[in-house]
T-cell receptor
C-alpha cells in the first residue's frame, strides 16, 4: 500500500511571496489533515478535511493560509503572503480508522 | 500550561538498555493515545495506539496509559541503534481519534 505523498519536499522563498504544497493521501482514506511542525516542536494541526469538506480549521491562520481538497482526494495548502515565522515542515496525514493517522514525509519550507 | 508535556531530552542509552519515555497531559477528555517515531527529515511513523486505559505490547515496545494520573509511557526493550529517533506522544479527544495534540518529542540516541 502506497503511503501519503507530498511535494515538493523542500521549498525556499522570500517573505511576502506565495507558496503551495500538494498532498495525495493513502487510497480510500476519507480524512485528511495538514499539520505544521516548527523545529524542535511537535506537529500542530492546521486543518482537517472529511472527504472534500472542512471539519476543523480553527487553528488555520486564515488571513494568509488556505487549503482545499477537491474531489475528496488530493489536497493543496497555500500560504500567501509568507512570513518568516512560517518556516516549518508542513505535514499531511490521512486516516481511515480511529486513532490511526499516517503521515507523509513533509515539505520543509524556509522563508528568508 | 501545555495540554501535553513531554521531556525533550536528549536521552542517550547504551545498546540493549530498557528505555522509558513519558508524557503527561491535562485534558481529561483525551481518549486516544498514540506514540510516533520520527527519524530526521522524515514524517512521523505510527508505533503504538491505545484507546482509553491499559497496556499494549508489540514486539519490543510496550505502551501504558494511566488516565487516573494523566500519564502515558512507552517502554522499549533491548534497545538498538536503529531506535535512535525522536519519539512523539500524541493524544486525541476527538471521537474519530483525529485532531492529534502532540508532545514536544523526546530525542533518543542508542549507542552501540
Amino acid at each position: 500500500e502506497a503511503g501519503v505523498a507530498q511535494s515538493p519536499r523542500y521549498k525556499i522563498i522570500e517573505k511576502r511571496q506565495s507558496v503551495a504544497f500538494w498532498c495525495n493521501p493513502i487510497s480510500g482514506h476519507a480524512t485528511l489533515y495538514w499539520y505544521q511542525q516548527i523545529l524542535g516542536q511537535g506537529p500542530k494541526l492546521l486543518i482537517q478535511f472529511q472527504n472534500n469538506g472542512v471539519v476543523d480549521d480553527s487553528q488555520l491562520p486564515k488571513d494568509r493560509f488556505s487549503a482545499e481538497r477537491l474531489k475528496g482526494v488530493d489536497s493543496t495548502l497555500k500560504i500567501q503572503p509568507a512570513k518568516l515565522e512560517d518556516s516549518a515542515v508542513y505535514l499531511c496525514a490521512s486516516s481511515s480508522l480511529p486513532g490511526h493517522s499516517y503521515f507523509g514525509p513533509g515539505t520543509r519550507l524556509t522563508v528568508t | 500550561q501545555k495540554e501535553v508535556e513531554q521531556d525533550p531530552g536528549p536521552l542517550s542509552v547504551p545498546e540493549g538498555a530498557i528505555v522509558s519515555l513519558n508524557c503527561t497531559y491535562s485534558n481529561s477528555a483525551f481518549q486516544y493515545f498514540m506514540w510516533y517515531r520520527q527519524y530526521s527529515r522524515k514524517g512521523p511513523e505510527l508505533l503504538m495506539y491505545t484507546y482509553s486505559s491499559g497496556n499494549k505490547e508489540d514486539g519490543r515496545f510496550t505502551a501504558q496509559v494511566d488516565k487516573s494520573s494523566k500519564y502515558i509511557s512507552l517502554f522499549i526493550r533491548d534497545s538498538q541503534p536503529s531506535d535512535s529517533a525522536t519519539y512523539l506522544c500524541a493524544m486525541s479527544a476527538d471521537n474519530q481519534g483525529g485532531k492529534l495534540i502532540f508532545g514536544q518529542g523526546t530525542e533518543l540516541s542508542v549507542k552501540p
